[in-house]
Antibody, heavy 120, light 114 residues
Framework: EVQLVESGGGLMQPGGSLRLSCAAS????????MTWVRQAPGKGLEWVSL???????YYADSVKGRFTVSRDNSKNTLYLQMTSLRPEDTAVYYC??????????????WGQGTMVTVSS | QSALTQPASVSGSPGQSITISCTGT?????????VSWYQHHPGKAPKLIIY???NRPSGVSNRFSGSKSGNTASLTISGLQAEDEADYYC??????????????FGGGTKLTVL
């Protein structure tokens, strides 16, 4: 079964760091482009970052320089390293993946999300 | 403020058709055929229903259709069913000079089936 499972969320203080994980099963993360999308409480979906099969990475303006997306092919896992956390980073974080047949910016496999709360 | 503009809400009765618009610029929707639509039931994972403006992934009902004209994309749902009640988001690839982002979301539209 094709599946993505996020973990690593929690309550963090402003300025802190956190690493989210997204474990894949039923496919290899290196064969797809992978993304992180977040949803703040009561708000809409917001794109965060993207990593292509070749390793090229992209970030939203709001997280550039603070968040880093990576993957470990041996663990078949996607990561999001989050630093200098701000209260506005509070959100449910989803990981998702897509294949080149979808055009490069559409994602058909999604996890259930992990909650990150940044508060003092 | 989202880069793509969607109506906050739309509604329709079972069996009817509704259309959700998504307006951007020539740097995103108008310039590329990389518009996608997602259905999101609160508390669940989003679901891809349209990619590359008008393509449906395998398994998605043909009641969902997408189109584009100029800087505006549209999602039409025909034969509304109760289970269609959800939030719908459009996204587009972007090359705007005002952002380093390559992907932008709309603010989302809440569909209510009356």
């Amino acid at each position: 079964e094709v599946q993505l499972v996020e973990s690593g969320g929690g309550l963090m203080q402003p300025g802190g760091s956190l690493r989210l994980s997204c474990a894949a099963s039923g496919f290899t993360v290196s064969s797809k482009y992978m993304t992180w999308v977040r949803q703040a409480p009561g708000k809409g979906l917001e794109w965060v970052s993207l990593i292509y099969s070749a390793g090229t990475t992209y970030y939203a303006d709001s997280v550039k320089g603070r968040f880093t997306v990576s993957r470990d092919n041996s663990k078949n896992t996607l990561y999001l390293q989050m630093t200098s956390l701000r209260p506005e980073d509070t959100a449910v974080y989803y990981c998702a993946g897509g294949t080149t047949s979808l055009g490069g910016v559409a994602f058909d496999i999604w996890g259930q999300g992990t909650m990150v709360t940044v508060s003092s | 403020q989202s880069a793509l503009t969607q109506p906050a809400s739309v509604s329709g009765s079972p069996g009817q058709s509704i259309t959700i618009s998504c307006t951007g610029t020539s740097s995103d929707i108008g310039g590329y055929n990389y518009v996608s639509w997602y259905q999101h039931h609160p508390g669940k994972a989003p679901k891809l229903i349209i990619y590359e403006v008008s393509n449906r992934p395998s398994g998605v009902s043909n009641r969902f259709s997408g189109s584009k004209s100029g800087n505006t994309a549209s999602l039409t749902i025909s034969g509304l069913q109760a289970e269609d009640e959800a939030d719908y988001y459009c996204t587009s690839y972007t090359s705007s000079p005002y952002t380093i982002s390559i992907l932008v979301f709309g603010g989302g539209t809440k569909l209510t089936v009356l």
